[in-house]
C-alpha cells in the first residue's frame, strides 16, 4: 500500500543551522509528493511539492527533491529561523488523496 | 481568496451530546476531505467527497459518526452522541477534483468532557 515515513521528532535547532528532516514513501505508481507546514493553533498549509521524479519542489528557503531511486523527499533549508518552529507533514498524493507521515517537529533556539 | 473556512473553532461539550461541525470549502474545489487530528494517532482521514458526493467513508471511526455534504458550498461533520475519546482537532480540506494538493481549514478543536 502507500505510506510514509519520517524521522521522528522533535529536532532541536540553534538559529541559522542547517535543516534536514527525512521522509521515505512506499507507492505504487508514481504518487506526488508534498511538505506540509503546521503552526501551532493553526490547520496545515502546504510548503512545497513534487509531481514527478527529480523535480524540486522549493519555497521559502526550504526545498525537497522528488528521488525515486532512494524513494525519498527529505526536507532542507539552509539556515532556519526562530520562525520556522511548527510541525512537519511530508505526503503522497494518489489520485485525489493523500496520505500523512506522523509529523516532525521542529524547535529553532534563538 | 478566503480559504476554507471552519466553525466553530473551538468546542466543548459533555458526553453524549450531539456535535455538529460545518466546513465551507473553497470556491469552485469540487473535493472535500475531513480529517481528525490526535497525538496518538495523527492526522486520519475520516471521509471525502468528490462532487457533493461520498466516496470513501472508510476511515469514518463508528456509526456515531455521520458526514453529509448538500452542496459544493459546505457540509457538516456530526458526532451522535459524543465521546469524551472523540476529542481531536478536526479538520476541513478541499481540492480540486483529481488533485491531490489539498487546503486545509484551521480547524475545530473539540472537547467533549
Known amino acids: 500500500g502507500n505510506s510514509v515515513t519520517q524521522m521522528e521528532g522533535p529536532v532541536t535547532l540553534s538559529e541559522e543551522a542547517f535543516l534536514t528532516i527525512n521522509c521515505t514513501y512506499t507507492a505504487t505508481g508514481y504518487p506526488s509528493l508534498f511538505w506540509y507546514v503546521q503552526y501551532p493553533g493553526e490547520g496545515l498549509q502546504l510548503l512545497l511539492k513534487a509531481t514527478k521524479a527529480d523535480d524540486k519542489g522549493s519555497n521559502k528557503g526550504f526545498e525537497a527533491t522528488y528521488r525515486k531511486e532512494t524513494t525519498s523527499f527529505h526536507l532542507e533549508k539552509g539556515s532556519v529561523q526562530v520562525s520556522d518552529s511548527a510541525v512537519y507533514f511530508c505526503a503522497l498524493g494518489y489520485g485525489n488523496k493523500l496520505v500523512f507521515g506522523a509529523g516532525t517537529i521542529l524547535r529553532v533556539k534563538s | 481568496d478566503a480559504g476554507v473556512i471552519q466553525s466553530p473553532r473551538h468546542e466543548v461539550t459533555e458526553m453524549g451530546q450531539e456535535v455538529t461541525l460545518r466546513c465551507k470549502p473553497i470556491?469552485?474545489?469540487?473535493?472535500l476531505f475531513w480529517y481528525r487530528q490526535t497525538m496518538m494517532r495523527g492526522l486520519e482521514l475520516l471521509i471525502y467527497f468528490n462532487n457533493n458526493v461520498p466516496i470513501d467513508d472508510s476511515g469514518m471511526p463508528e456509526d456515531r459518526f455521520s458526514a453529509k455534504m448538500p452542496n459544493a458550498s459546505f457540509s457538516t461533520l456530526k458526532i451522535q452522541p459524543s465521546e469524551p475519546r472523540d476529542s481531536a482537532v478536526y479538520f476541513c480540506?478541499?481540492?480540486?477534483?483529481?488533485?491531490?494538493?489539498?487546503?486545509f481549514g484551521q480547524g475545530t478543536r473539540l472537547t467533549v468532557v
Open positions: 480540506a478541499s481540492s480540486l477534483k483529481g488533485r491531490a494538493e489539498a487546503f
Open positions: 470556491s469552485g474545489h469540487n473535493s
